[in-house]
């Protein structure tokens, strides 16, 4: 069983940039992929990012541009992403999610019924 709590959301302007971090807790953690989500105001729930338990294979929604950067501390049970360059469409609620899946791909990250975990979500804003 896992638990996760997010955290990190806020009010950013366009062209800004947030840190969101997502804590653990629970036995495991070591061999689950997470992954990040964020479902913008009245839109379905989209995969962000993912990161394979190892820390090692990283993926991207193509969305992201090279403007996120995923990453875990399996020590101190944290995922963290980095968002720089931030867009209006990036407002949402993010969550971060646990998968038994030890890999990160692609497929993975589109399919968010494969992951078991879920965060309650931090809500951000980009707006001026």
């Known amino acids: 069983q896992l638990q996760l709590v997010e955290s990190g959301g806020g009010l950013v302007q366009p062209g800004g940039s947030a840190r969101l971090s997502c804590v653990a807790s629970?036995?495991?953690?070591?061999?689950?992929?997470i992954g990040w989500f964020r479902q913008a105001p009245g839109k379905v729930l989209v995969g962000v990012s993912c990161i394979s338990s190892s820390g090692d294979v990283t993926k991207y929604a193509d969305s992201t541009e090279g403007r996120f950067t995923i990453s875990r501390d399996n020590a101190e049970k944290a995922i963290y992403v980095q968002l720089i360059n931030l867009k209006p469409e990036g407002t949402g609620v993010y969550y971060c999610?646990?998968?038994?899946?030890?890999?990160?791909?692609?497929?993975?990250?589109?399919?968010?019924?494969?992951?078991?975990?879920w965060g309650e979500g931090t809500r951000g804003t980009v707006s001026s």
């Open positions: 999610a646990g998968t038994y899946w030890t890999a990160c791909t692609g497929g993975l990250l589109s399919t968010t019924q494969l992951f078991n975990y």
């Open positions: 629970g036995i495991g953690f070591n061999y689950f992929a």
